[in-house]
């Protein structure tokens, strides 16, 4: 149950099949849901729904490693530079940031650091 409200399991199945289904099917959305006799409205508020409920899960099971007594995981995620930059004041620069699930942040530098701990924060679903 997620805040008070009892979860139709039937109804979350069927909808994960679908996404799954979309996704290994070559086809578009548009065209899956055609196929399907979906409502694309319906197609992208359950993809939506699904990611925020996996995620919602991922950060209870890391509450409760946590609360275990266990540390938790820490990713590293290769760096790359494109350039080597010489000494002197630094015009201009891009940061490329790859979040989980693939998603990537470009930044044209320079960037305030803060702002940009409170987007990666918000894209994280972490508050600020």
């Known amino acids: 149950m997620a805040n ?4 139709d399991k039937e109804r979350e199945t069927y ?3 679908m996404v799954k289904g979309q996704r290994g ?3 578009t959305v ?3 849901c ?3 006799k979906l409502a694309e409205s319906a197609f992208y508020f ?3 729904e699904l990611q925020r409920r996996k995620a919602e899960q991922e950060q209870s099971g890391r509450g409760q490693r ?4 266990r540390k938790p995981k820490v990713a590293f995620l290769p760096v790359h530079v494109a350039e080597e930059i010489g000494p002197g004041p630094q015009t201009s620069g891009r940061i490329e940031i790859e979040l989980a699930g693939g998603r990537r942040v470009h930044v044209a530098a ?3 650091r803060q702002a940009l701990a409170d987007v990666v924060a918000v894209l994280e679903g972490r508050p600020c």
């Open 4 to 7: 008070g409200i009892e979860r």
């Open 15 to 17: 909808w994960r099949r």
């Open 25 to 27: 099917s070559g086809l």
């Open 30 to 32: 548009r065209a899956f």
């Open 34 to 36: 055609r196929k399907s």
């Open 46 to 48: 359950w993809r939506r």
């Open 66 to 69: 946590r609360a275990a007594g």
């Open 110 to 112: 320079p960037v305030d």
